[in-house]
């Protein structure tokens, strides 16, 4: 998927409404940078309310299935007594990996809405076009770069700070 262009086809969305769950989103991703996780925060909306809102645990948990979207799947589920969430929408600061991106199909979100894509190894549309597969049983809307700026500089300071530390550490042997 070109993120750089729009086609004429995309269904209207309210962009208000985006911007402030997403913000929700990045409220969570501070959460994660402020402990030293990868700052990926995540919050699943029903019906225009939020039902669910975790942030990346890989480390404190010692889980690499930790992301924040399966987090916040697993407690949307457990909100709705449901595993089928196809009223529901996903708000993620960075564009799903191939793992979160199969979760989200096998839910069936109507739509997933994200920052920061990530043309390397993302899910939906940035690599590979999980949520969108025909070969798949279900396919949800895409809307993308929400926010871009702020999910991106979140990430970008996190791993800058990282880079500097990997420094100093270098400097001090
Ligand atoms: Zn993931």
Avoid at 50 to 72: C, G, K, P, S
Avoid at 87 to 105: D, F, H, R, S, W
Avoid at 141 to 161: K, P, Q
Wanted: glycine content about 8%; proline content about 5%; hydrophobic content about 40%.
């Amino acid at each position: 998927m070109d993120f750089a262009t729009t086609p004429d086809s995309e269904p209207i969305i309210d962009l208000h409404s985006d911007a402030y769950f997403m913000g929700e989103a990045l409220r969570m991703a501070q959460r994660a940078y402020a402990a030293d996780e990868v700052p990926i925060g995540a919050v699943v909306t029903h019906k225009g309310r939020v039902i669910a809102r975790a942030f990346n645990q890989v480390e404190t948990l010692q889980d690499a299935t930790a992301h924040a979207e399966m987090l916040a799947i697993t407690q949307a589920e457990s909100v709705l007594g449901n595993w089928r969430l196809n009223e529901c929408e996903l708000y993620v600061t960075k564009e799903p990996c191939p793992m979160c991106a199969g979760a989200i199909v096998h839910v069936r979100f109507s739509r997933i809405i994200f920052g920061c894509p990530d043309p390397k190894g993302g899910g939906a549309g940035g690599h590979f076009n999980i949520v969108q597969s025909p070969n798949l049983n279900h396919q949800c809307e895409i809307t993308h770069s929400v926010r871009l700026e702020e999910c991106r500089g979140l990430l970008r300071s996190f791993f800058a700070e990282k880079r500097r530390a990997l420094v100093q550490d270098g400097d001090a042997k």
